[in-house]
């Protein structure tokens, strides 16, 4: 495959709000210009930085536990600099602010960040993953159906892939959105209140979806089979993928590298990726068999379900105003 043509939470948030903190005292300073991160500094400056954002786990993880994009990069003067974040949201965050050139997020974040003007392109994307999310509720909860979360408390990271996810299955079980009480928490402060019984369920992803199910016999009401893709994406802000193209090109390709070797070696990515997450290998490799791997350039199919996605939360007045998916697709 070619691109050539186309729970450490709160400690990963302070990491990145001190980069835009003092990017945002060298733009003061005059030393930048508007926007302008460390790798698009005039000739003579420092070495370059490739700021890559990520998350607990997934492709990224291992493209950085392997080391093979520094190496590659090396002989061109780039450094990585890798910030973990505990979510998409939070991850768009940081690349609003400055702090992130390139990362990773589900399918729903986008939308959201792309509403609040969040200046980035769709530069690749995983295949569908739909039973790495699920909602699930306590295994002694009289809970029995998605039904019967009607005037129930339901925590989630508002926001992230699994909001859509909770929105669909609600409507297949004949539900509104409405008809339920969203408690929007980051995922240690849901696993901490689903576990407490402060809520009476959790839409949640992997690994924290395995580890819930395997530690505590958490049951799923329902995945995403059937109602959603819970495609993986890859963002750049406009600017960076714009004034770097060769560096985009060159984390996907290493990515495309990583993927191809995860999808024949699930035992192998759970052993590797199990002392980085916290988590026994057992789970890791739950959720490492439930995930799809094979980066790959955006098509317009993908674009066409993100609108989809995209058009339910305007009804729904989840995001401010109607926006159009294609606008952020990259097109070098």
Known sequence: MSWKNNELHQPARRRWLKVAAASGAALAGGALGAGYPQWALAQGA???????????????????????????????GVTVSWLEFPAGPQLLEGLNAGAVDFGTVGETPPIFAQAAGVDFVYVANEPPSPAAEAIVVPHDSPI????????????????????YLLVRALRHAGLQYADIQPAYLAPADARAAFTQGSVDAWVIWDPYF????????ARILADGTGLVDNTQFYLASKRFAS???????ATLE??????????????????????????????????????????????ANVLASQQTIADTFSELRLIPKQIAVKDAQWLA
């Open 243 to 249: 004034s770097a193209p060769q560096l985009v090109r």
């Open 46 to 76: 420092a070495a370059k930085t490739l700021r890559i954002g990520y998350q607990k786990y997934g492709s990224l993880v291992l493209v950085k536990a392997r080391g093979t994009l520094e190496k590659r990069l090396a002989s061109q």
């Open 144 to 163: 029995k159906s998605v039904a019967d979360l009607r005037g129930k408390k339901v925590a989630l990271n508002r926001g992230s892939n699994v909001h």
């Open 210 to 217: 395995a580890a819930i199910e395997k530690q505590t016999g």
């Open 254 to 299: 290493e990515l495309a590298s990583a993927d191809a070797w995860a999808k024949a070696n699930p035992a192998a990515v759970a052993a590797q990726l199990a002392p980085l997450v916290g988590l026994e290998p057992a789970i890791v490799e739950v959720a490492a068999r439930r995930s799809s791997y094979g980066a790959r350039p955006v098509s």
